[in-house]
Structure formats: C-alpha cells, structure tokens
C-alpha cells in the first residue's frame, strides 16, 4: 500500500478532524464508533423501557444537544460528539448522521423518519478506495428547515433556513433559505412567502 501520510505526524483521527483524507479503520477511531453505537443502543433501549433516565445517555452521544431538542429512536451516528442540534427541533425514527465531519442542525426544524445526513466522502481512484481512505464534508442545516421522510443530504451541503425539503428528495447541492426542494437531485421548485395567521 502506498504511503498517503509519509511526513505528517498526525494521527488519522487528527487528520479526519481537518477533513483530511485518513484511514477509518483506524484502532483510536474504531473506539469512539464503538462508543457511540453502545450509547445509541442504550438510549434506544431506555426509551423502550420507559426509563426517564433515557435522555442521560443522549446528551452522551450527542456534542451539543438543545435541553428542549426530541429525538426518537432509533438513532444511528458514526461519532455523535461531532453533531449540533438546536433548540426545539424535532427529529423523527431512524435518522442516520454519518458526522466524521460536523453535522449542524439548527433551532425548530424538523426532520421526518428515516433522513440520512452524510457527511463522508471517498476518492474516485479505484487504488485509494481500495486502500480505505476517506475524507469528509459538513453539514449545516439552518434554522425551521423541514426535511421530509427519507431525505438524503450529502457532503459538503448547507440549507438555508425555513426551506423545505420534500420526502425522499436526495440534496446534493446548496440549497438557499426560504424555498421548497425537491427530487434527485433537489431542485427548487418554489419560494416560501412567510403567512401570518390572524
């Protein structure tokens, strides 16, 4: 294999840190994935249990995590620590943060069932691939964005807020705030005009 790191003194989760390009099977990395899969399924299995401790091993697993944010589980994460929710935010069953990189959610939003949030990114050469290099991209979502069921948003990606993001739609590209999206990839389809109620 080739030598990708001859000179740099970091350690892979250093460089995975910097959105470098590293090894991800690393020993110290596959330690915290660990961690977090155990904090994940504890959770999961409280809530089931109706313990009102539950939230304890959330506020373990996740970095920065709003007192008022709600998460149901399950919930699915590389790190957890690398993830930011904000204050009043809902986040439906079987969310999927991949957060090698950070992953920003912001205040209200709402993120239906079974949204895939990735943050990894992986060369184009077949030999690095091969050679298990990875790098990654974060993810901003603004505040009061709504991201349908199944939504997909890729590396790199931010969304504006008060956008919608329609079910199953797989973001690609930037989207700007106040808009709806939809498809694969996401396309505006329409501007939000703010409505007040009387």
């Not at 989207?175 to 999206?181: D, R």
Request: aromatic letters at 4%; glycine letters at 10%.
């Amino acid at each position: 294999m080739t030598d990708y790191f001859a000179g740099d003194p970091r350690t892979h989760r250093e460089r995975m840190l910097a959105g470098d390009l590293y090894i991800a099977d690393d020993p110290e990395i596959d330690a915290r994935s660990a961690r977090a899969a155990r904090l994940a399924d504890l959770y999961r299995r409280q809530v089931l249990a109706g313990d009102p401790a539950a939230r304890g091993w959330l506020e373990d697993l996740i970095g920065d995590l709003a007192a008022d944010a709600v998460i149901r589980p399950p919930l699915h994460v590389d790190y957890g620590d690398h993830i930011s929710i904000g204050p009043r935010t809902f986040v439906n069953f079987n969310l999927t943060a991949l957060d090698v990189a950070s992953i920003t959610i912001g205040a209200d939003c709402q993120i239906g069932p079974n949204v895939q949030l990735l943050t990894p990114t992986h060369p184009i050469d077949p030999d690095m691939r091969r050679d298990k290099l990875e790098a990654a991209e974060p993810i901003t979502i603004g505040d009061n964005v709504w991201l349908g069921g199944g939504v997909i948003v890729c590396p790199g990606v931010t969304i504006g807020e008060n956008s919608v993001i329609g079910a199953g739609s797989v973001v690609t590209r930037d989207i700007p705030a106040g808009v709806v999206a939809v498809g694969s990839p996401a396309r505006v389809i329409r501007t939000i005009e703010a409505s007040r109620v009387s």
